[in-house]
């Protein structure tokens, strides 16, 4: 959901850089500004900070998991490597 109080201050600073002369009403002009920006933003394909929050918190933790999944990948191959190499022969 996008912030109502953005848009608000949006379309006063809109109107206001209306010339003097095209200001029939400044609300009038104030609320076409904001039902226009309302109906494009509504447009977009935008996600809300909550929403973005979360898709945040769950890739980080699919980070952590994909990096201690990868150290264990390691540590795993590198047993696999030490197992598979031949005992090294005495000098005696």
Known sequence: MIDLNHID?????LSEL???GLRASGEELQASFRSALQ???G????VTREEFDVQRAVLLRTREKLETL????EELEARLHAASQPPAASPY
């Open 9 to 13: 201050d949006l379309a006063r600073r």
């Open 18 to 20: 209306v010339p003097p």
């Open 39 to 41: 109906a494009g933003l």
């Open 43 to 46: 447009k977009l394909d935008l």
């Open 70 to 73: 990868e150290r264990t990948v």
